[in-house]
């Protein structure tokens, strides 16, 4: 065997090495690519020069690693990532060769064609001596996809500094440098400022889907002879209100597939020890759509130890549901309606994130709105509002809760 046979063996072994049936090996496959390779890549595809924008493990019986790629004209297709060839020598180059290896493929021997040149942008396309507005849809490590807040057009954004840049909000950034690479538009430079204005985004409101009517005195409120708490009796008094299911978003999943997704696999990557990759699911989803409730979300969760940059991602989530909701908003939102948790849950770890940085008064109005969206208080709001009007700290919230 040559030493490059031997690497691509020893590779191989080492993805899959705690994996034990092709299913899962072919996961371990996908989770390394993901973890050693950079998106979007300049690939190419029987000899055409493409942008590799996402690969996804697909097909239940017999599943394979497809590349979403696409052509500089901005047309996409799908194609298996054995027939996706990198740059010689480049850490994607190794990962696919390896996953050819154990396809019982041969390697691609012969020298990817070389990669395209940089192409300079038109200088009028943007002024570089003028602040520049973005629109993040979602970050990496060192660069972020955005599009420009006065044009529309799309970016990839290359800065120093982007971990607490956060998708939805827009950012402006002091521009060094311009590009054009494999049909993408590329841009370095130095984030000087960021701001939330959902408004000013354009996307398209949630939909609010009529669910009959709530009545609370066909609610159940515990025991028939036990007294109601002050906020259940207000809800009692104010008599029946409109009930309401928000549309979900949730670009990559397949309904049929109740058991899986892109949600549940950045959780699962979570659990396992991999936030980064995790966070590349979400990110992903965010770059499809901004209105993945879920996905803003489920970033704070993963950055909950920040309470700054956790608490901008829930806000982003529920600052585009209140597109739909309008600041009038009365009706209920149901727990038991499913399209209502993700916006409970950012509403919720927005509240977590206000009490963590002391700010009782705010918080205290998240919980006291979310038992008002959903009397069942599924999330234990009412618990919570206990400590915050005893103007208990987080962490004596935590103590508490240990004893």
């Known amino acids: 065997m040559s030493d490059l046979g031997q690497d691509l063996a020893e590779l191989v072994s080492s993805i899959i090495v705690d994996a034990y049936d092709d299913h899962e090996q072919i996961s371990a496959f996908h989770i390394a690519f993901m973890d050693e390779v950079e998106l979007p890549a300049n690939v190419f595809v029987i000899g055409e020069p493409v942008s590799l924008v996402s690969v996804e493990l697909q097909g239940a019986n017999q599943p ?24 010689d020598s480049s850490t994607g180059r190794k990962v696919v060769d390896a996953y050819r290896l154990w396809r019982g493929l041969e390697p691609i021997e012969a020298d990817a064609p070389p990669a395209a040149k940089h192409q300079k942008v038109d200088a009028s396309q943007l002024d570089l001596q003028l602040p520049i507005e973005l629109v993040v849809l979602g970050v990496r490590q060192k660069a972020a996809r955005c599009r420009v807040l006065a044009s529309g057009h799309a970016l990839i954004l290359r800065a120093g500094s982007l971990w607490n840049v956060v998708p939805g909000k827009i950012i402006t950034v002091k521009g060094h440098k311009q590009w054009r690479q494999a049909g993408h538009h590329y841009l370095s430079g130095e984030v000087t400022t960021s701001r939330l204005d959902i408004a000013a985004l354009g996307i398209e409101p949630l939909r609010l889907n009529p669910m009959g009517t709530w009545d609370p005195s066909d609610h159940d409120w515990g025991e028939e002879d036990d007294p109601l708490e002050d906020w259940a009796q207000a809800l009692v008094e104010g008599g029946p209100r409109p009930c309401f299911e928000l549309e979900v978003i949730t670009p990559g999943d397949d309904p049929r597939k109740w058991d899986d997704g892109p949600i ?47 608490l901008g991602h829930y806000e982003v989530g529920l600052r585009i ?37 002391q700010r009782f008064d705010d918080a205290i109005d998240v919980y006291e709105r979310m038992l008002r969206l959903n009397p069942s208080d599924n999330l234990g709001a009412r618990f919570l509002l206990l400590d915050l009007r005893a103007g208990r700290s987080w962490e004596e919230h935590i103590d508490r809760g240990r004893q």
């Open 264 to 310: 549940l696999r950045a959780i699962a990557l979570r659990d396992s020890g991999d936030h980064q990759a995790g966070r590349r699911v979400l990110m992903d989803m965010l770059i499809e759509d901004l209105r993945c409730l879920d996905a803003h979300t489920h970033l704070g969760n993963f950055e909950f130890d920040n309470p700054q940059v956790a």
């Open 321 to 357: 549901a209140e597109l739909t909701l309008g600041p009038g908003f009365d009706g209920v939102l149901l727990w038991g309606h499913l399209d209502n948790r993700p916006f409970h849950r950012c509403l919720h770890g927005y509240g977590l994130c206000l009490w963590r940085q």
């Open 64 to 87: 394979t690693l497809n590349g979403r790629c696409r052509r500089p004209d901005g047309r996409e297709y799908d194609v298996e990532l054995t027939a996706v060839v990198f740059p």
